[in-house]
């Protein structure tokens, strides 16, 4: 007998590639091309480095002020995580324990079925519809939770708040998680629905409308109970999961309303102006309503196009699985790093 047989072996997520080199176009994971708000660089300024010789704040409280501040939430509604990837993984690890499959669709975030795979929850994969739409009625039989993406990574696709209403009304035995990463792009947010059912939980990240993926701030709301058993989990796991300079430079993200709404409206106008574009060079996809697109060439494949970009100085993001392997999943950058991507798709064309 080995001390292997022992192991607990997965098949492990894979991020999209961070790449060393400069003088590049990087498209490939959703980063916002905008710096963080003024207020962040202004706290930064301010910071003492002398506190980080001491153990940050295990409750998180100023960061979980500001969040419950902007949102006008109770703090006792809001959970914060290291990036929504812990949000997720203490979510999955807290609520999903039955022996009946969790429901997430199959083309989805794929960091699902991998933590659905380390924590032994067993899962059914839903497949999306021809248009890569959701139908509610799939999500209506018994499981043991339910996760959506909505809008959907890596399609972009939004679901109506009352189709996501008709889901979480159809399953209350369950915790169903909406994963909300893009919402702010585009999607009417379930954050509404939280004293309505108290098996919901809505999840949030700093990664993509707040500029901040590099500080890793995910966050999540629910019922007082249902974030009182998550921070019971967390607590179990790791007292302190954030460190300091996350949790002052988040608190002053989340305080520059006016910051982020302009930000934002800018990756929107040059996304529907980047659809635009795409359409007459004859790509097809599906209304994307976060900050990418996911789009084929009928005549094209899309390994080829996708390499063809990459020794152009251009990264964008190609998932090698069925139905798929087509299709390119493109972030939303500037108006000129865009205008840049269409050149060369046409020179490539």
Not at 92 to 114: A, G
Not at 230 to 242: H, P, R, V
Not at 312 to 333: C, T
Request: hydrophobic share 40%; net charge negative; glycine share 4%.
């Amino acid at each position: 007998m080995s001390w292997e047989e022992n192991v607990r072996k997965v098949v492990p997520y894979v991020p999209g590639e961070q790449p060393k080199i400069r003088n590049i176009i990087k498209l490939n994971t959703n980063e916002n091309p905008y710096s963080p708000s003024p207020l962040v660089y202004k706290a930064y300024q301010e910071t003492d480095l002398d506190d980080y010789r001491k153990y940050p704040d295990p409750t998180c409280s100023e960061l979980v002020d500001s969040i419950a501040e902007f949102y006008g939430v109770k703090k006792e509604n809001v959970f914060v995580g290291v990036g929504s990837d812990d949000v997720l993984s203490m979510a999955f690890l807290t609520f999903f324990n039955s022996d009946k499959p969790i429901l997430f669709p199959d083309i989805t975030y794929s960091f699902y079925d991998v933590w659905a795979d380390l924590y032994r929850i067993p899962y059914k994969q839903i497949p999306l519809k021809d248009d890569f739409s959701i139908d509610p009625l799939d999500y209506y039989v018994e499981n043991g939770g339910v996760v959506i993406a909505n809008p959907n990574a890596p399609t972009g696709v939004k679901l109506p708040l009352s189709d996501i209403e008709d889901i979480i009304r159809n399953n209350k035995n369950v915790v169903v998680i909406i994963d909300e990463a893009y919402v702010d792009f585009g999607a009417e947010s379930a954050l509404s629905l939280i004293d309505k059912y108290d098996n919901l939980l809505v999840v949030r990240t700093y990664s993509k409308s707040r500029s901040l993926a590099g500080l890793r701030i995910g966050y999540a709301f629910g019922c007082e109970k249902l974030i009182k058993y998550l921070l019971d989990a967390k607590f179990s796991f790791n007292s302190y999961t954030m460190n300091m300079p996350s949790l002052k430079l988040g608190a002053a993200a989340m305080k520059d309303k006016e910051y982020f709404e302009e930000t934002v409206a800018k990756v929107v106008a040059t996304r529907e102006k980047f659809k635009v574009s795409l359409r007459e060079l004859g790509f097809e996809f599906a209304d994307s309503a976060t900050n990418f697109v996911f789009a084929r060439h009928p005549q094209k494949p899309g390994k080829e196009i996708f390499e063809y970009l990459r020794s152009n100085g251009i990264i964008v993001r190609r998932f090698d699985k069925p139905r798929i392997s087509e299709y390119l999943r493109i972030s939303i950058g500037t108006d000129e790093e865009m205008d840049k991507l269409v050149s060369t798709l046409k020179e490539y064309l």
